[in-house]
């Protein structure tokens, strides 16, 4: 069953968004040549901390840590260590969530460590980036789950790889529902199954966490012995990024966006919803 949402549990979701966006800022600040993930993962207790809010990732499904942090290769997952050191020209997805009264907010994004970054890593993560958003302009009144689905896989097919060949679109992992818990239905792919069908139509009240995970070469991956680490099969660097997102009655909100999504909503000819807490 699909949540649909109050316009005031969207206001308390936009409250716990907030929070991952400013454990994003910090963490991204922090993600620098020498620093440890586990450094990173000591930044986002704090600032969670500072809010008043819950880590919504610490022991969910007997995970350690308050975020992910996925270096390189990792393509989700990733556990914050004292054994992984950053260095520089490492990339670095990082995944955060966080409660408030029981309402959570979960997004991700791809961080470039130091300088002298390849261009084929600069274009992965700005092709999956820009995917995610063409998921979330696709967040309309009336349209259906697959129609965000086809926006993202369109996006990225659509785009020329430096040196020749394709994207690979992550097949195992993808976006979900996201409310009074962090996963919930329905489970979003980032390509078109024919399998799944057209989905749940999109009403307001719907909230998505949009996440595309693109990498150089495969669209499989395999789990370390750890139990949660995914890595790519043939060992090229990924990229993350993800956004939840709530349609209203006059748009999409972007609930862990700082200002709603509503600038770059603006760049691709859609409205965003007025921010509940402005």
Sequence with gaps: MVQIKTPEQIAKMREAGLVVAAVHAATGAAAVPGATT?????????????HGAKPNFLGYGGFPATICTSVNEVVVHGIPDDRTVLKDGDIISIDAGAIIDGWHGD???????????????????RVTEESMWAGIAAMRNGSRLVDVSRAIETYIRRQPRPGGGKYG????YGGHGIGTEMHMDPHLLNY??????????????????IEP???????????LEDEWTVITTDGTWSSHW??????????PLVL????????KLAELGITAAPDPLA
């Design 213 to 223: 995970m693109v990498s150089l070469g495969t669209p499989r991956t395999e789990v």
């Design 169 to 172: 679109i992550i097949e195992d």
């Design 242 to 251: 993800e956004h939840s997102v709530a349609l209203t009655d006059e748009g």
């Design 107 to 125: 997004a991700a994004f791809t961080a470039f460590v130091g300088t002298g970054h390849a261009p084929e890593l600069v274009e992965l993560s």
């Design 256 to 263: 862990t966006a700082p200002d709603g999504g509503k600038a």
């Design 38 to 50: 586990r450094d990173l993962d000591q930044v986002a207790r704090k600032v969670l901390a500072e």
């Design 192 to 209: 078109v199954s024919r399998k799944r069908g057209k989905g749940p139509k999109l009403v307001p009240g719907f909230c998505l966490a």
